[in-house]
């Protein structure tokens, strides 16, 4: 169990389905992995793909219209009228502009311009070049971003890969995982004089948690932002996915342009969505997006520059993107499968976070927040002294341990809190948790 908990997990997890395979006598006959994101792409997507990949269906009058169609004019906004040609290192025009009108109907006309929008190989691959970009430079005093515990289990890795040091402020999790003003002031005094904060990173849906922040919380961010002179990057991948009752995605963008203007035309902001995480996701393509709102132009040159190292996304996932964001309207001929499978797909979303959210609270010593969006719930439990004493005498944390013990004894994967930036202040709270 040393290093990350999650890939010791991973790797017991492909050790035990192996032995599975070849003890027909186990108990087991499968392990059940909650952990992460398992979603697939929806029936126009891979049609429309498909045809890309292999041009002489276009002639095939048993694919609808509409899919036949949108491939056409997907080739044509590549080099040659091919998927195998590279493009721009920051993405096909063609598909960044229709995630700038994407981005534009979402937040009521807020605009949105093509030239900010930045494809890559996924959201992750942006937020790194973007938190390197803003190491660069420093002086004695490195730089440092104010960060959610919990947060994404990549992001302290990725920050600190960068150079760039890790701020934390606790979401309050008797208050549904809020974003506090007070703990945000408290988290940026206490970095003062060992790193100089830079940004405030915020994931809305939560990530694990499923909070939705309100307008209201999202304004007093920004306030904070603006008086602290800090960017704002707003991971926004799991706005497609929000079922909790009452709840509704807003984006920063939104709220930000809906402001006074002296903020609305000054504080920076950098938002991010991708293809894995929404409900057509399908992680193996590749592709996210982040828009630059109020940028200083030379800030994203450079970042331009950094994007140009990795050539540009993979062509597949960068059309899937313009499916996600443009997808089969009223008329056309795959309009109502598409509308069934997201109606479909959101309802079991929602109805799988109600059952596992009412049979997380009926364990004892368990207990777990409503998810109002995303694929996580985030439940805390208050562990065994025993199993306190063994993980301190194995050197691990007592929620990788109990893991690893649910995986073993049970065949149920699932992720340990201390990989979200929780294990301290779990352990002053005395209650872990698992994702």
Same mark, same amino acid.
């Given at each position: 169990?040393?290093?990350?908990?999650?890939?010791?997990?991973?790797?017991?997890?492909?050790?035990?389905?192996?032995?599975?395979?070849?003890?027909?006598?186990?108990?087991?006959?499968?392990?059940?992995?909650?952990?992460?994101?398992?979603?697939?792409?929806?029936?126009?997507?891979?049609? %429309?793909?498909?045809?890309?990949?292999?041009?002489?269906?276009?002639?095939?009058?048993?694919?609808?219209?509409? @899919?036949?169609?949108?491939?056409?004019?997907?080739?044509?906004?590549?080099?040659?009228?091919?998927?195998?040609?590279?493009?721009?290192?920051?993405?096909?025009?063609?598909?960044?502009?229709?995630?700038?009108?994407?981005?534009?109907?979402?937040?009521?006309?807020?605009?949105?311009?093509?030239?900010?929008?930045?494809?890559?190989?996924?959201?992750?691959?942006?937020?790194?070049?973007?938190?390197?970009?803003?190491?660069?430079?420093?002086?004695?005093?490195?730089?440092?971003?104010?960060?959610?515990?919990?947060?994404?289990?990549?992001?302290?890795?990725?920050?600190?890969?960068?150079?760039?040091?890790? @701020?934390? =402020?606790?979401?309050?999790?008797?208050?549904?995982?809020?974003?506090?003003?007070?703990?945000?002031?408290?988290?940026?005094?206490?970095?003062?004089?060992?790193?100089?904060?830079?940004?405030?990173?915020?994931?809305?849906?939560?990530?694990?948690?499923?909070?939705?922040?309100?307008?209201?919380?999202?304004?007093? @961010?920004?306030?904070?932002?603006?008086?602290?002179?800090? %960017?704002?990057?707003?991971?926004?991948? =799991?706005?497609?996915?929000?079922?909790?009752?009452?709840?509704?995605? %807003?984006?920063?963008?939104?709220?930000?342009?809906?402001?006074?203007?002296?903020?609305?035309?000054?504080?920076?902001?950098?938002?991010?969505?991708?293809?894995?995480?929404?409900?057509?996701?399908?992680?193996?393509?590749?592709?996210?997006?982040?828009?630059?709102?109020?940028?200083?132009?030379?800030?994203?040159?450079?970042?331009?520059?950094?994007?140009?190292?990795?050539?540009?996304?993979?062509?597949?996932?960068?059309?899937?993107?313009?499916?996600?964001?443009?997808?089969?309207?009223?008329?056309?001929?795959? =309009?109502?499968?598409?509308?069934?499978?997201?109606?479909?797909?959101?309802?079991?979303?929602?109805?799988?976070?109600?059952?596992?959210?009412?049979?997380?609270?009926?364990?004892?010593?368990?207990?777990?927040?409503?998810?109002?969006?995303?694929?996580?719930?985030?439940?805390?439990?208050?562990?065994?002294?025993?199993?306190?004493?063994?993980?301190?005498?194995?050197?691990?944390?007592?929620?990788?341990? =109990?893991?690893?013990?649910?995986?073993?004894?049970?065949?149920?994967?699932?992720?340990?809190?201390?990989?979200?930036?929780?294990?301290?202040?779990?352990?002053?709270?005395?209650?872990?948790?698992?994702?």
């Amino acid at each position: 169990m040393r290093g990350s908990p999650q890939a010791a997990l991973q790797s017991l997890a492909a050790r035990i389905t192996q032995e599975i395979s070849q003890v027909s006598s186990s108990l087991m006959t499968q392990s059940c992995k909650n952990h992460f994101n398992v979603s697939h792409l929806l029936a126009c997507c891979p049609q %429309v793909l498909a045809v890309c990949l292999c041009p002489q269906l276009l002639k095939d009058k048993s694919l609808p219209l509409d @899919v036949r169609l949108r491939a056409q004019s997907l080739l044509e906004s590549c080099d040659g009228g091919s998927v195998g040609a590279y493009t721009p290192s920051s993405g096909l025009h063609r598909v960044r502009q229709s995630i700038a009108e994407f981005i534009t109907r979402r937040d009521a006309g807020a605009p949105s311009y093509a030239k900010d929008i930045y494809i890559s190989a996924g959201s992750q691959m942006a937020m790194m070049v973007l938190v390197k970009m803003m190491a660069s430079g420093q002086g004695e005093t490195p730089a440092g971003v104010l960060t959610p515990a919990p947060c994404p289990p990549k992001l302290p890795m990725l920050l600190d890969d960068a150079g760039l040091t890790l @701020v934390p =402020y606790r979401l309050t999790e008797e208050r549904g995982w809020a974003v506090e003003l007070d703990e945000l002031h408290r988290a940026l005094e206490a970095a003062r004089g060992r790193c100089e904060p830079r940004a405030i990173y915020l994931s809305n849906p939560g990530i694990p948690t499923g909070h939705m922040q309100d307008r209201k919380s999202i304004e007093e @961010v920004i306030r904070f932002a603006a008086a602290e002179k800090l %960017v704002l990057l707003a991971d926004e991948v =799991y706005q497609d996915s929000v079922y909790g009752a009452g709840s509704e995605f %807003v984006s920063y963008k939104r709220v930000l342009f809906e402001m006074d203007k002296h903020l609305s035309d000054t504080v920076e902001l950098v938002s991010f969505h991708s293809l894995s995480s929404g409900c057509m996701g399908e992680c193996g393509l590749r592709a996210g997006f982040m828009e630059a709102v109020n940028m200083d132009a030379g800030v994203m040159h450079y970042v331009d520059t950094l994007m140009c190292f990795d050539i540009s996304a993979p062509v597949t996932g960068q059309l899937a993107l313009d499916l996600m964001v443009n997808p089969p309207k009223p008329g056309d001929a795959s =309009y109502d499968t598409y509308t069934q499978e997201i109606l479909l797909t959101r309802a079991t979303l929602s109805q799988n976070a109600q059952r596992a959210w009412h049979f997380l609270n009926a364990l004892p010593g368990m207990s777990c927040q409503p998810a109002m969006g995303g694929i996580f719930l985030y439940p805390s439990l208050r562990l065994p002294a025993a199993i306190t004493e063994q993980a301190e005498a194995l050197g691990v944390e007592p929620d990788a341990l =109990y893991c690893q013990r649910l995986l073993q004894e049970e065949g149920v994967i699932v992720g340990a809190g201390c990989q979200h930036g929780d294990a301290a202040a779990a352990a002053a709270a005395d209650r872990r948790h698992l994702r």
